[in-house]
């Protein structure tokens, strides 16, 4: 079964500190893995999708990078409309379904 | 992208009633999905749902409780039948859009956030 592990659950951030967010995952040959974003009452936001081991991908103060067994969700110099969860995803050759992580509820502070 | 449009965005229940979800797509999509998240929790894909047949269920979730319709390419409405305070969760519609890329990617309605009394 697939399983994708987020940590860490919370993090509170300091405006201007930039930080990590860790995705592992257990699947039998990864098809995508994917990053969003969800704010309070929100449905998620895409923000991402990683194919392949050493791929990286910006986008504003976020960038995502992926191995065999993770993926970093890196945020350089947070601001506070940067406060969200953060949710991972991966989806494995055999179908389309997608293995969401429990997220990881970013607060950044001014 | 693709606009998705659900309604209600939230309402509060009694316990013992049923309630209708509806989500518009702005365009025609092939893939429609339904996801529930729990309060705190990660989402869980529900059911697949297909047009112009039977939805298919995810482990856990059967028909009579989640009673799913897809009539077109562009709207689905979920059902969530006989509530109790355990359906209390946010219900999710989600869509496939494909560039050209085998994976494609997953977007999300706004989602409708049900309170069961």
């Known amino acids: 079964e697939d399983q994708v592990t987020q940590s860490p659950e919370a993090l509170r951030l300091q405006e201007g500190e930039s930080s990590s967010l860790n995705c592992s995952y257990t699947?039998?040959?990864?098809?995508?893995l994917f990053w969003y974003r969800q704010d309070p009452g929100k449905g998620p936001e895409f923000l991402f999708t990683?194919?392949?081991a050493g791929e990286e991908k910006e986008k504003e103060r976020l960038k995502a990078t992926l191995t065999k067994k993770e993926s970093f969700l890196h945020i350089t110099a947070p601001k506070p409309e940067d406060s969200a969860t953060y949710l991972c995803a991966v989806q494995a050759p055999r179908d389309y379904k997608l293995s969401f992580g429990a997220g990881t509820t970013v607060t950044v502070r001014a | 992208s693709a606009v998705i449009s659900q309604k209600p965005s939230r309402d509060i229940c009694q316990r013992g009633t049923s309630l209708t979800i509806q989500c518009q797509v702005d365009?025609?999509?092939?893939?429609m999905f339904w996801y529930r998240q729990q309060p705190g929790q990660s989402l869980t894909l529900i059911a697949t749902a297909n047009q112009g047949s039977e939805a298919t269920y995810e482990s856990g979730f059967v028909i009579d409780k989640f009673p799913i319709s897809r009539p077109n390419l562009t709207f689905s409405t979920l059902t969530v039948s006989n509530m109790s305070p355990e359906d209390s969760s946010i219900y999710l519609c989600?869509?496939?859009?494909?560039?050209?890329?085998?994976?494609?990617?997953?977007?999300f309605g706004e989602g409708s956030r049900l309170t069961v009394l």
């Open positions: 990683l194919y392949s």
């Open positions: 989600s869509v496939r859009l494909f560039s050209g890329l085998d994976t494609g990617e997953l977007f």
């Open positions: 365009s025609q999509v092939t893939m």
């Open positions: 699947v039998s040959g990864l098809r995508g």
